[in-house]
Each structure stands twice: as structure tokens, then as C-alpha cells.
């Protein structure tokens, strides 16, 4: 039997996170440049895309450039760039066809004016999907979301909007980049770190965290089956104990 068919289809995650690492050492292991890494990583996005949506996942969040990673050499940043326009291009017309509709967060503004055009367009096309829905993490750490909640906050309480009393946990989600997004049950991350590296410290909460030593360019349909069925046989408690779970109490 298939892993899809193995998943048990009324227990589907409603939204996966993936840090999608690896490409380098991909490409590094066959005495390719990087960017030769990157550019396979994009094929896996396709893949991992089209197998979420194959699953009726209704949101696929991917880690594609951090805050920290505007520290790696210029080439490479470079090349990034450049390999973000032509992907989004290339695949728009698919992504339309599959019902798919692209968000973005992060410090969107950091990208180069033509990188943000072609995305712009991207958003713009695919806003009347209304199948699964891809979040693209570019330019984006958690620790500058929340830094920008917390101002944003401030300055509500400032103007009169909110009073300091009605800042309760509930309210914080409001001011994240992904508000109305519903919190990842899985975060997957390939490449065999066993770190967060600055990507939604707030959501991944109660989140079932899965690593693989997969490289990102290996990533296919059935490791993304894989993860959601490991995910189906763990018990979530949310700090409860396992019998009141079981009595769903
Ligand atoms: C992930 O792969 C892609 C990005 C961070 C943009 P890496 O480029 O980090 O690959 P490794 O970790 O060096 O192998
Ligand atoms: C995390 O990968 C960021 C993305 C996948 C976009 P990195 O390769 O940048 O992570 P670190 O620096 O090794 O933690
Ligand atoms: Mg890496």
C-alpha cells in the first residue's frame, strides 16, 4: 500500500511548516555550485506543493529565506533572487490550474524591486484559489514578527485602539503575519539539524515537531506522506494526560 494510502484521510493536518534545508549540501555532495542545489530545491517545492494539495492540506508553510540568511554571500543571495523570479513566473500558470493561492510573509520590503514584482503578481493571480494555500516565509524570522507585533501593539495602546488590559494571549495571533492562519500541527525539517532556526517560535507551540536527514532536493510525495503519517500516530495531550485524551475530555 502507498503512503497516501496509508494516511488516514478524516485526520489530515490542516497545516504543515516546513524549513526546507539541505540544498547546499545536496549539491555540494556531486561537486556542484550551490545554486545548483537551490535550484532542484525549487523542484521539491513543486513536489512538496502538489502532494499537499493532493492530501487536502490547507496550508503548506515554507521556510524560503531567512532574516539571517541576507548574511550569506552575495552570489548566492544573488542568485537566490534571480532563481525566485524565474520559479514564480514559471510556475503561476500550474499553480492557477491546481487551485492554489500563494501568501507571503516577512520583511518583504528587504527583497529587490523585481523579485517583489514577480511575486507581487504571483499573490495577485492565485488570490481567487481557494484549494491549499501556500505561505511562502521570505525574508522572514520570528524574532522580527514579533518585534513588529510588539510595536504595533504599543502603538495601538498609544493612539487609544486597545487598552495594556486587553493584551491577553488571544490577541497576540492578531498581530503575527500569519493571523487567521491556524498554528502548524507538523513542522518538518529536512537536512538533519535539529534546530528551529528563527521560524515561528509563537506557532509551533503545540506544534509535532519531525526532522529527517533528507536533504531538501530528495524531498518528495511520499516523505511528505511519511511525516503526516508518523504525525497520525502520536498521541497530542496539550498538557493533558493520556486518559483524558482517550475519553476526550
Ligand atoms: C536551504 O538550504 C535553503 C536556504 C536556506 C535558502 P541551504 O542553502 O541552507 O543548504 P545547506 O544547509 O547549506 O546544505
Ligand atoms: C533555515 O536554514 C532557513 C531556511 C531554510 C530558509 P539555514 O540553513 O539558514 O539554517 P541554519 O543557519 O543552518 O540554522
Ligand atoms: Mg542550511
Redesign the pocket.
Known sequence: MSYFDQIDKSRIPQHIAVI???????AKRQNLD?SF??KE?IVAVRRAIEAAAKAQISYITLY???TE?WKRPEEEVKA?MALMIQAVASETPDLIKNNIRVKVIGEIDRLPDDTKKALDLCLEQTSICTGTTVILALSYSSKWEITEAMREIAADVKSGKINIDDIEESLIPQYLSTKGIPDPDILIRT?GELRISNFLLWQIAYSELYFTDE??PEFNEDSLYKAVLDFQNRERRFGKTSEQVSNNS
Open positions: 526546507m534545508d539541505g540544498n547546499g549540501r545536496w550551490r542545489g537551490h530545491g524560503t529565506f531567512s540568511n537566490l537536512g536533504l531538501w
